[in-house]
């Protein structure tokens, strides 16, 4: 796939977020340069969706801005491309028409060739219904790259996937993301898999940024002692416990993912 | 040979078993003889078929039907689509639209009489109204029911507006606007066979009541059987319709 477009930067400021009286995001500070791998961890509800949702331009945000390229987010934006928990394939097309809704006009790719490099080229002509939860993400993963994106924005999507499945997906994504070189923001609940893919981790605690912890492992990512430390850290605070008795034991009954 | 032979069995097993109880029914039927028999109808319909006048009856009660259809069909679809679409929409026309639909069609006939006389116009007026309500329903909800999910990726990949529903919701709500047809098929021959009962001067309702007059028994029954049938056409062709629109569905599968 040619490549002559480089990652979004992206700077959110001040970025607040509130559903009725429920304040979930407040006075939110975030940078990240073009081409970073950005994954944001917290606990349930803690707002890395719906930050998500904001960076996307579904949702506005009740104060500050958010920055595309200087440019302020008005609604959806055409270089910036989603992936969700699910895979939203449309079911009533099939699998290479799919793909071809991701595809813009004005490119110089086809869904074939996206197809081609997410490994599922023989699939093009069948109808989702007939795929496995993992081939439907590499779709929703073609469907997504299909447009060229700048800033991929992906929303735990695999956490409807098993173990195995899991770890492939992780690989093929820093693959393409490697020779793309696309910005990139994955929310996950799996600190293992933040660990493995990004630049840096963001760790979302009470609305705010809590840790921001640049990860200085070499890639393809080991599970070596430095790989442990750096999740250790982060599930720490997330787990909001210091040196606090019960806490301890309650961290070593919580044992980290695949 | 054996292969011929095969493939002639499992063609005749699989278009026969649907018919084998009214096959039977109707044997039984002959076998004790009550009147009309089977034959006798078989015998008034050569004689009708021969002089022309079946095809006539069955032409002018499937235009009927068709038109009615066509018309309340649109109607009912446009209805809904409007107020699933549009909020505002919803909340000005839902109210009379579902007023309407509770009352019985078929106690307003003779208001309809009254109204457009016993010609084309009353019995079409009925067929239409009749179709109208579930197309109405099975489209608004098919439009609601949409998976939210979709829009909203269909909006991060910017589809929007016209785009937004030829992609993702009008085929999203097929599923249950074909259900409404199916139904509004039903209603349909319903209205048609009262419609035509109560005042006509072509068509099956009219070649029944005519028999009736003449005490022309097996004709009755023949009428009924042919209701019966173009019943079960009907349902074929809406059976089709869904089998090709729907062929991705998992649910409309094997």
Known sequence: ?258 | MIALRASFKKLSAKTLIPWSIPLLFILCWQLFGLSPTPVQVLAASVQLIESGELAEYIGVSARRAAIGFAVGGSIGFLLGLGNGLFPIAEKLLDTPVQMIRTIPHLALIPLVIFWFGIGETGKLFLVALGVLFPVYVNTFHGIRTVDPGLIEMGRVYGLRGAKLFWKVIFPGALPSILVGVRYALGVMWISLIVAETIASDSGIGYMATNAREFMQMDVVLLSILLYALLGKLSDVIARLLERRCLRWHPGYND
């Open chain 1, 1 to 258: 796939m040619k490549r002559g477009r480089s990652g979004i930067c992206l700077d959110v400021q001040g970025v607040g977020k509130a559903f009725g009286s429920t304040r979930v995001l407040q006075g939110l500070q975030l940078m990240i340069p073009p081409g970073e791998f950005v994954a944001v961890v917290g606990r349930s509800g803690c707002g890395k969706s719906t930050l998500l949702r904001l960076i996307s331009g579904l949702d506005q945000p009740s104060e500050g801005k958010i920055l595309l390229d200087n440019q302020p987010v008005t609604g959806v934006h055409a270089d910036v491309r989603m992936m969700f928990q699910e895979a939203r394939l449309l079911p009533w097309q099939r699998v290479i028409d799919n793909v071809q809704i991701g595809i813009k006009s004005e490119s110089r790719i086809s869904a074939e060739e996206v197809l081609q490099l997410v490994g599922l080229a023989d699939r093009a002509a069948e109808w989702p219904r007939v795929l496995s939860g993992g081939q439907r993400q590499r779709v929703a993963l073609a469907r997504a790259l299909a447009g060229e994106p700048r800033l991929l924005l992906l929303d735990e999507p695999l956490g409807a996937l098993d173990a195995l499945t899991r770890i492939e997906m992780q690989q093929l994504i820093e693959e393409l993301w490697l020779e793309q070189k696309f910005s990139a923001i994955l929310v996950t609940h799996d600190v293992s898999e933040a660990v493995t893919l990004a630049d840096r981790v963001i760790v979302l605690e009470k609305g705010r940024v809590a840790l921001d912890l640049p990860i200085s492992l070499p890639r393809p990512r080991a599970r070596d002692h430095g790989f442990a430390h750096f999740e250790r850290v982060i599930l720490d605070k997330v787990m909001a416990r210091g040196t606090e008795g019960v806490a301890i034991v309650k961290q070593r009954a919580y044992s980290y993912s695949v």
